[in-house]
């Protein structure tokens, strides 16, 4: 392998990671502070994406139009999500679960239903077509994108949450929910919150991962989502910079297995499946080792 | 009133009798989709019933029932297709040499897929029943899913993603169900010993079965292993009764249906369960007409895809979120209650029995 194709690698891999990484954040801020693992995380993802290409396809939006007003629809599912099936379920683990479970199925059908199964293209803006060719190695501008749209993302969260007062309320939930409501933090209203960021970061992700695969269909969510969930028990689930560095080394993972061992192409998703199990059984805090609370199951 | 021990033995020989009668008596007499349907009855009895005790009794939430499944489908189908069915089907690579030559007649083969699905069961269980709740669920859809992407990816064994074809029908309605009754009757048998307390005591409280002396890990594999054995034989007989296998049968998806089912019948009901599956086929049966276009009164009626997977999933948050119990909760039918509510019917005065 040439330094040239390495550098070329390398850059792919970035590029997916910060998206596994984007998306891993979603899942791991409301694991944080709810403990449940959303299921639909990945339905929140291609809700984002499919309703952009439908504004863009049938009320010719501008695409930034569209994926704004996608966004707040998603937002508005993904908080609907939470006051209708999960709050009532919060106290009881294994249901939870279940309940997030169908909530992604619905969501899935639905498109089904409403729109079809089938794939409709991803009205990605233009200039992300272009390449950009230093020497012998040419890159993408949507990969750049994705990189610099990340790590501006990556910022803006890490200030709400070590800045303002929200993230605050949000770090003392996640530490304590009894003794965060007796100081009289209303735990309702952060988790809601907390859901917001999770399908907003949803929403990004989709958008940067559209454009690099510029298809959508209703089980587009499904694979990112279950990476990303696998990024973010790598990294220590409930823990942001876990997601991050997880979500880094799963793309960076893939992509070398492929680069390096091209006959395994294949066998890359049970690899990640592989990864999951061993890290959960030997090192279920993630490379952060991050202390969850147990509730009583 | 809780009739003598002998009365409801006598009773449930004769319900097993009646169940067989009446299974051969539909084979013949019943149209093609009935039996079908009463077929996909009896494999699910057998897939849920398993879960109730992993689940339901044991409180082990496991998320395998997939892939365990596709081990015996698998097993099944590769062990009844004569050899030159299988030179015939391997398109991408050819087969590998014992399974080239290789054809046994199905009921040992369902035995060896059940037993090879309680090995996985085995490897799957023992490292990951260590872990709880969320961890437990996700390692073991991991495992699921690593089963089922190895058949994608393994062409001389499995003929990888197209799967399999032709595989000779030899169940009948008979045999599956006395399948399941075999299931059943050893569920509940082991259920109602010492060993299914101490597995109801680890469902209830961990670090107290740990106490009183309840060897937690061994007793959560032996339950797991069991369960794999039985989801093994289900996989094997939907094989036989399909004729067709494909990685994609196994998908997760299969295990939320059997989710579904083992909550709607609640979790800790055996009978409840069998009640379930029955209801499961029938209600999928009656909404794939609306999911297919058709001509009604002339008026051409596009059909709606995607429908009935859109009603399972509304149904399974509907139970999850006001209806936990299901419809049996933690009840069984049992000899007892039916007849003294027949006694209570009819008025007749208290027989000799003991007093229950």
Redesign the interface.
């Given at each position: 392998m040439t330094i040239d194709s390495f550098v070329q690698y390398l850059a792919n891999a970035i590029a997916l990671g910060s998206m596994y990484a984007l998306i891993a954040i979603g899942y791991t801020i409301v694991y944080g502070v709810v403990?449940l693992?959303n299921m639909a995380h990945g339905d929140f993802f291609m809700a984002a994406a499919f309703l952009t290409a439908f504004g863009v396809s049938s009320f010719a939006l501008p695409w930034y139009v569209s994926f704004v007003l996608a966004t707040i629809v998603t937002v508005g599912v993904g908080l609907l999500a939470e006051r209708v099936?999960y709050r009532?379920?919060r106290k009881?683990?294994?249901?939870s679960?279940?309940?997030a479970?169908?909530?992604s199925?619905?969501i899935?059908?639905?498109f089904?239903?409403f729109f079809?199964?089938r794939s409709v293209p991803f009205p990605h803006p233009e200039f992300l077509d272009r390449v950009i060719k230093f020497g012998a190695i040419s890159l993408p501008v949507v990969v750049l994108f994705i990189m610099g749209v990340s790590a501006v993302l990556f910022l803006i969260l890490t200030y709400i949450v070590t800045r303002t007062k929200m993230g605050r309320a949000m770090r003392a939930v996640s530490k304590d929910m009894e003794a965060a409501l007796m100081v009289g933090v209303d735990a309702d209203r952060v988790i809601a919150f907390a859901f917001v960021l999770s399908t907003t970061f949803a929403s990004a992700g989709a958008f940067l991962w559209c454009s690099r695969f510029p298809f959508v269909s209703p089980f587009t969510g499904v694979m990112p989502g279950l990476k990303a969930f696998i990024g973010a028990?790598m990294g220590g689930i409930g823990s942001i910079p876990g997601a991050l560095v997880g979500g880094f080394l799963l793309g960076l993972a893939e992509i070398m297995l492929v680069a390096f061992l091209p006959t395994l192409t294949?066998?890359r998703?049970?690899f990640a499946?592989?990864l999951?199990?061993l890290f959960?059984?030997f090192r279920?805090g993630g490379l952060f080792n991050v202390k969850i609370r147990?509730e009583k199951? | 009133m809780k009739p003598q021990k002998k009365v409801r033995r006598a009773l449930s020989i004769a319900a097993v009798i009646a169940v067989l009668l009446f299974s051969v008596w539909a084979e013949r007499h019943m149209d093609g989709f009935q039996v079908r349907i009463i077929h996909m009855w009896g494999i699910y009895v057998i897939l849920v019933s398993s879960f109730n005790l992993i689940y339901g009794f044991t409180g082990q939430f496991s998320l395998a029932h997939a892939g365990l499944a596709a081990v015996g489908a698998y097993t099944v189908a590769l062990l009844t297709l004569s050899p030159a069915d299988k030179q015939v089907s391997f398109m991408l690579a050819p087969p590998v040499w014992p399974i080239s030559v290789v054809q046994w007649p199905l009921l040992p083969s369902l035995l060896l897929g059940g037993l090879l699905a309680a090995l996985a069961g085995f490897i799957i269980g023992a490292p990951a029943l260590r872990l709880h709740g969320d961890y437990l669920l996700i390692t073991t859809l991991g495992f699921s899913e690593i089963i089922r992407l190895l058949l994608c990816n393994l062409p001389g064994v499995t003929n990888g993603a197209m799967g399999l074809k032709g595989i000779p029908k030899d169940t009948n309605l008979t045999w599956v169900w006395g399948l399941a009754i075999i299931t059943l009757f050893i569920t509940k048998r082991l259920v109602d010993s010492s060993y299914g307390r101490a597995l109801k005591c680890i469902r209830d409280d961990e670090i107290a079965a740990e106490a009183v002396g309840v060897n937690l890990s061994s007793h959560k594999v032996m339950a797991f292993v069991l369960s794999s054995f039985f989801v093994g034989i289900a996989g094997g007989l939907m094989s036989n009764l399909l004729g067709t296998v494909a990685p994609s049968t196994f998908k997760p998806d299969l295990t939320y249906a059997v989710i579904t089912m083992a909550v709607l019948g609640g979790v800790r009901s055996l009978t409840g369960g069998v009640l379930a599956a029955g209801i499961y086929p029938v209600a999928s049966e009656l909404l794939r007409t609306i999911e297919t276009p058709r001509q009604i009164l002339g008026i051409s009626y596009p059909g709606i895809p995607g429908l009935r997977s859109l009603a399972f999933a509304a149904m399974l948050l509907f139970l999850i979120l006001f209806y936990r119990r299901g419809l049996m909760g933690s009840n069984e039918f049992s000899w007892g209650g039916i007849l003294s509510r027949v006694q209570r019917l009819f008025g007749r005065p208290k027989m000799g029995g003991e007093q229950g």
């Open positions: 403990r693992i099936a009532p379920l009881v683990r294994i249901s679960f279940i309940g479970t169908s909530v199925f619905l899935q059908n639905s089904v239903v079809s199964s028990v294949g066998f998703d049970i499946y592989l999951l199990i959960l059984l279920p147990e199951v | -």
